[in-house]
């Protein structure tokens, strides 16, 4: 019987952790693009009419295209997972760059950046609707709604604010609240298939790309996922702010990759007293005739510090507003971008490390640069100290 109480305490206890590492392997994958311009401001625009019960509300965003920069993501229906609520994605500053964090499903609003994109979604949890049971009722006070009796009226505060990013300079200044962390923490569903769908179409309309339309899309929301053309497409009314076009090309704007990042991440503490092992670290240039190839062997200690000076895209920013029925973002003015310190860069002081189980043949295989003095005949064996 002990052991039968054992075990299942055992199993408990495996699932219990593998459900907590998913929720954080979730949050280290969020960020998705680092930009070291910011996006334009939110354009301004009217929901089109939801086309049933069910649906709800996905607002428009600009998502990033290496090639060609910034474009427009139209907002639109969805047909929602019963009992979740959309989190909006949004673009965060921080050590010189935006990070994309991608939206997801959930059974609580988390934290969106404070960005106010407008019907419902005002910075701060989302007041454009609510689920009873299997049924979502929708406020008409913020939604454009029709044909749908699940219904009330709630008064939303709507402060006009265009901002399209958290943090920075010209950025929204807001931070999570204790609500918003726990619902980072609790189970996610990642888009729906239909949502990506709707991103990759609106990244092949060259008419959606900010360099084309100055922030003033001709097709700023949808009534349904992917449809771009005909009834229920709504254009813009006006651009968030003036467009500034970037000072730099997508390429050179594009920031180190956040994968390449997360791999860095251990290799970033200051430990002395190992190099850092990155897969992209180039071999240590500065070989003297007391420092050998292989920095692993017991008596050799490197001093070569990992470079730490990695920028993050995860923004610890919150929000505080709420909004009316049209989508708003304020003036962009991007900070100056700290383009100094590319991942291919960051390391290139630290020297490669391999496995040194036996010092003595792993020195015998490596290849011996003419410059050194260990490459000496072994006639004088007293001589050589120098590992």
Not at 20 to 41: H, K, L
Request: with cysteine; charged share 15%; net charge positive.
């Amino acid at each position: 019987m002990k052991i039968h109480r054992s075990v299942r305490w055992l199993v408990f206890a495996v699932m219990m952790l593998s459900l907590s590492t998913t929720s954080t392997s979730f949050a280290q994958i969020a960020v998705g693009v680092s930009v070291r311009i910011a996006p334009p401001a939110l354009p301004v625009y009217t929901q089109p009419v939801c086309p049933g019960p069910g649906h709800m509300w996905t607002p428009g965003y600009w998502a990033w295209n290496d090639d060609a920069g910034y474009y427009w993501v139209p907002g639109t229906w969805v047909e929602a997972p019963v009992g979740l609520l959309w989190t909006p994605g949004y673009w965060g500053w921080s050590d010189g760059a935006y990070g994309w964090h991608r939206g997801y499903w959930g059974p609580h609003i988390g934290f969106y950046g404070g960005v106010n994109y407008g019907f419902g979604y005002g910075g701060v949890g989302f007041a454009g609707g609510e689920w009873r049971g299997r049924s979502f009722y929708y406020n008409r006070s913020v939604t454009n709604i029709t044909h749908v009796t699940n219904v009330y009226n709630k008064t939303v505060i709507v402060n006009e604010n265009h901002v399209a990013f958290n943090g920075g300079e010209g950025g929204v200044a807001a931070r999570p609240t204790h609500e918003e962390e726990r619902a980072e923490h609790e189970h996610h569903r990642e888009p729906l298939a239909a949502q990506t769908r709707h991103e990759h179409m609106a990244g092949k309309d060259k008419q959606n790309f900010a360099s084309e339309n100055h922030g003033r899309p001709a097709i700023a929301a949808t009534a349904k996922p992917g449809v771009f053309k005909g009834r229920g497409v709504v254009a813009a009314k006006s651009a968030g702010a003036p467009y500034k076009a970037p000072g730099m090309s997508p390429k050179q704007a594009r920031g180190p990759s956040p994968a390449a990042k997360h791999a860095s991440a251990p290799a970033n503490a200051n430990n002395k007293s190992k190099p850092a092992n990155h897969p992209s670290t180039p071999s240590n240039k500065n070989t003297t005739s007391s420092n050998k190839a292989n920095t692993n062997h017991p008596s050799n200690v490197s001093n070569n510090k990992a470079n730490t000076n990695h920028p993050t895209n995860v923004s610890n920013n919150t929000a505080k507003n709420v909004h009316p029925n049209e989508t708003h973002a304020a003036k962009t003015s991007a900070p100056p971008s700290n383009s100094s310190h590319p991942a291919a860069q960051q390391h290139q002081s630290a020297p490669k490390s391999s496995p040194a189980l036996k010092p003595v043949a792993q020195h015998q295989n490596q290849p011996k640069p003419a410059s050194q003095p260990q490459s000496a005949p072994k006639a004088a064996p007293k001589q050589g100290k120098g590992r």
